[in-house]
């Protein structure tokens, strides 16, 4: 893809960000892997709704700006953590989707234990909660969590995803959000009835199966960094047909 297009591409995920709700004011932030080993990456101060290519930030490997007008966004930190987790992802996106950074917020996950089969395999076994990172804290701990997990909660703060293209990182924000409206209302009756463990282990072989989440050199699949989805339901049904 051209630096036009891809920048093009950042833009337009920003702006998605915006219409969908799940940021404000100046929330939000976007980046994406270079080729080369830097970063492209939204600039700060401003509305995700006005993102345009031309003013996108140029970061080298270790995250300092090297091209572009403006400043990057002080979280970019965190994106790093998860750029250096995961050799596979090429997309980060962080926003404040209200019902999912609502139990980011309240300090608890509400994917753990998992409820249904389709997110374990196109999130991970559970969404785990980083305990809130004070301005200037390591980021190291969103590192860990994303070793094995594609989404996850920032404590006192807001959401976090990645992907191997900005459409999988987007569609798992939208899955993370869909997901955290579902857990709220099976909350108010009772609370979700957990997968049986055997279910999800076997989940999470179709994940590794569609080049899903971390690359597994054992597993028989390399990562797929870009392409055609994988049929998830088709998966699942073969999957929990073997249980
Ligand atoms: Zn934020």
Redesign the pocket.
């Known amino acids: 893809m051209s630096d036009e297009a891809l920048r093009r591409e950042l833009a337009e995920v920003a702006r998605a960000l915006h219409a969908r709700g799940w940021?404000a004011n100046h929330?939000?932030?976007v980046s994406v892997r270079l080729d080369g080993g830097g970063f492209l990456a939204t600039p700060t101060a401003v509305s995700k709704a006005d993102v345009h290519p031309e003013m996108l930030v140029v970061l080298d490997a270790d995250g300092k700006v090297v091209g572009g007008t403006r400043k990057v966004f002080s979280?970019f930190s965190l994106h790093l953590a998860v750029f250096r987790a995961r050799p596979d992802v090429r997309w980060v996106v962080?926003?404040?989707p209200p019902t999912a950074t609502g139990w980011a917020v309240a300090g608890r996950s509400f994917f753990d234990p998992p409820f249904m089969s389709e997110p374990v395999v196109s999130l991970g076994a559970r969404v785990p909660v980083v305990p809130f990172l004070a301005p200037g804290a390591s980021a190291a701990p969103v590192g860990d969590a994303f070793a094995e997990v594609d989404a996850a909660l920032?404590g006192g703060?807001?959401a976090l995803t990645c992907g191997s293209s900005a459409e999988l990182a987007v569609l798992r924000m939208e899955l993370l959000e869909h997901l955290a409206r579902i857990a709220l209302v099976a909350h108010q009756l009772g609370g979700a009835r957990a997968l049986d463990p055997s279910h999800v282990e076997t989940l999470l072989e179709a994940r590794a199966k569609a080049g899903l989440g971390p690359a597994r050199p054992d597993s028989g699949a390399a990562s797929v960094p870009a392409g055609p989805r994988p049929d998830i339901a088709a998966l699942i049904r073969d999957a929990l047909g073997r249980v």
Do not use: S, W
Request: aromatic fraction near 0%.
């Open positions: 940021v929330d939000g932030n979280e962080h926003a404040h920032l703060h807001g």
